[in-house]
């Protein structure tokens, strides 16, 4: 059974830090593109990072220069360090799988993911 467990989400001031985990299980995760993913209430949902299966990152202009996603393919985890954090980063984050298509990001809109995890709460307070 295919399993995305998100950790790591809580409540930061802003200008704070968080690292979210996302611990991967029931497939051959390193053959996988993933993705973090983000929605506040009455909002769409959002991607904010992305990763490849050769390790290559891509992010929206929104958090560029202060979100970094990376991965161990050894611990099958997905991380996403959040630096200078905002009150406009308060949502809910997920961590999801896709397959992996040239040209293309697991967060691109035309990218239906395979997995998604239930979700890490992120609140930043000003």
């Known amino acids: 059974q295919v399993q995305l467990v998100e950790s790591g989400g809580g409540s930061v001031q802003a200008g704070g830090s968080l690292r979210l985990s996302c611990a991967a299980s029931?497939?051959?995760?390193?053959?996988?593109?993933m993705a973090w993913f983000r929605q506040a209430p009455g909002k769409e949902r959002e991607g904010v990072a992305a990763?490849?299966?050769?390790?290559?990152?891509n992010y929206p202009d929104s958090v560029k220069g202060r979100f970094t996603i990376s991965k161990d393919n050894v611990k099958n985890t997905l991380y996403l360090q959040m630096n200078s954090l905002k009150p406009e980063d308060t949502a809910m984050y997920y961590c999801?799988?896709?397959?992996?298509?040239?040209?293309?990001?697991?967060?691109?809109?035309?990218?239906?993911?395979?997995?998604w995890g239930q979700g890490t709460q992120v609140t930043v307070s000003s």
């Open positions: 999801a799988a896709c397959d992996c298509y040239s040209g293309s990001w697991c967060y691109d809109r035309f990218v239906e993911p395979n997995y």
């Open positions: 029931g497939y051959t995760y390193s053959s996988y593109c």
């Open positions: 990763i490849d299966s050769n390790g290559n990152t």
